[in-house]
């Protein structure tokens, strides 16, 4: 089976800075890696995906991840966040041929002027 | 396109009462799932559908039912409401498998008192 774990619950950090949310996967098998967003009062929307390839992966609003085997990691990244990036960030992961997701606990990013 | 509606988008039931929250979409996809929100608990997978006429448990089936007619509906029935079902309901679809994006309807926030 898999699972997702983050790390982080919440996650304060200042406009124009750099961000990194943290993920980790424990599975037996190979893996779909994805990041969802939901800002307030809505359902999710999907960041990006890892399904094979290239380990760095990039999303919208400049979001990017990397893909770490070794580590079982796929940590999201932005170089420089914005006040709309304000929101609860999800990791999930999904095995091949697998019908559905497991969603971790999410991270809140807040973003402060 | 609409993509995934979800009604009602709040709901307050006594406890015992039963309800169904329905979700539509318009997008022609054949799989479609029903997930739960809690705080601090990311989003548990209820039931899903890979298509009309097929329904599969997930994570946390228990007090819950679901039927899939059509391709377009997936409705689901809460039989003698709770308060442990108090929740945000999240339905979502896609094409096909565990390894394309889902598409998330807004949510219907239910409190069970």
Known sequence: AQSVTQLDSQVPVFEEAPVELRCNYSSSVSVYLFWYVQYPNQGLQLLLKYLSGSTLVKGINGFEAEFNKSQT????????????????????????????????????????? | NAGVTQTPKFRILKIGQSMTLQCAQDMNHNYMYWYRQDPGMGLKLIYYSVGAGITDKG??????????????????????????????????????????EQFFGPGTRLTVL
Request: glycine share 8%; proline share 7%.
């Open chain 2, 59 to 100: 994570e946390v089936p228990n007090g819950y039912n679901v039927s899939r007619s059509t391709t377009e509906d997936f409705p689901l029935r809460l039989e003698l409401a709770a308060p442990s079902q108090t929740s945000v309901y999240f339905c979502a679809s896609n094409l096909e498998g565990a390894h394309n």
């Open chain 1, 73 to 113: 990691s796929f940590h999201l990244r932005k170089p420089s966040v914005h006040i709309s990036d304000t929101a609860e960030y999800f990791c999930a992961v999904a095995g091949p041929g697998a019908n559905n997701l497991f969603f971790g606990t999410g991270t809140r990013l807040t973003v402060i002027p």
